[in-house]
Antibody, heavy 118, light 108 residues
Framework: EVQLVESGGGLVQPGGSLRLSCAAS????????MNWVRQAPGKGLEWVSY????????DYADSVKGRFTISRDNAKNSLYLQMNSLRAEDTAVYYC???????????WGQGTLVTVSS | EIVLTQSPGTLSLSPGERATLSCRAS???????LAWYQQKPGQAPRLLIY???SRATGIPDRFSGSGSGTDFTLTISRLEPEDFAVYYC?????????FGPGTKVDIK
């Protein structure tokens, strides 16, 4: 059974940093691209970042480019999102999301809440 | 950036009725790169349709997807009580991999 478990969310002040982690199990993590997707309270889904299976291809939404860094450790079956210079508008539930064999997301974690507030 | 527009914003229907949801792209999207998701309150999204028309594993056949180019449709043939939720389309054709704003299907 595929499981994606996010951690690392919490309350942080504007301008602060936070590192999200996603522990993956139930599939060959090193074979699949991964994404981070976020959802502000009461709002829709926003794609944040993508990383290919070997980390050779990485991409970001313009809203986080230069502030967020996606990475993965295939030996540890883990995905990360380093978030710096956080703003109030980054407040959201952050989902770790596995890409399927094609271009779609087939599994999602339950999300971790990041709140940016003074 | 490819902007996805979903309509209607809210669809009020009764169980047993047919639901037709639209997703329109600002630029052409290959069918291979268009997916639909369902999200219920307090839950993560769930994949329904990928490649515009292929049902994901375990998805009932009352869900179907169609369309090409800039116009895509998700149809729920007969609404079951568990189908009342928010539905999002997403394109993976070009970065950023945008989502539509969602269509809420609620009980009339």
């Amino acid at each position: 059974e595929v499981q994606l478990v996010e951690s690392g969310g919490g309350l942080v002040q504007p301008g602060g940093s936070l590192r999200l982690s996603c522990a993956a199990s139930g599939f060959t993590f090193s074979s699949y691209s991964m994404n981070w997707v976020r959802q502000a309270p009461g709002k829709g889904l926003e794609w944040v970042s993508y990383i290919s299976s070997s980390s050779s291809s990485i991409d970001y939404a313009d809203s986080v480019k230069g502030r967020f860094t996606i990475s993965r450790d295939n030996a540890k079956n883990s995905l990360y999102l380093q978030m710096n210079s956080l703003r109030a508008e980054d407040t959201a539930v952050y989902y770790c999301a596995k890409r399927g064999s094609g271009w779609y997301i087939d599994y999602w974690g339950q999300g971790t809440l990041v709140t940016v507030s003074s | 950036e490819i902007v996805l527009t979903q309509s209607p914003g809210t669809l009020s229907l009764s169980p047993g009725e047919r639901a037709t949801l639209s997703c329109r792209a600002s630029q052409s999207v290959s069918s291979s790169y268009l997916a639909w998701y369902q999200q219920k309150p307090g839950q993560a999204p769930r994949l329904l349709i990928y490649g515009a028309s292929s049902r994901a594993t375990g998805i009932p056949d009352r869900f179907s997807g169609s369309g090409s180019g800039t116009d895509f449709t998700l149809t729920i043939s007969r609404l079951e009580p568990e189908d009342f939720a928010v539905y999002y389309c997403q394109q993976f054709g070009s970065s950023p991999f945008t989502f539509g704003p969602g269509t809420k299907v609620d009980i009339k």
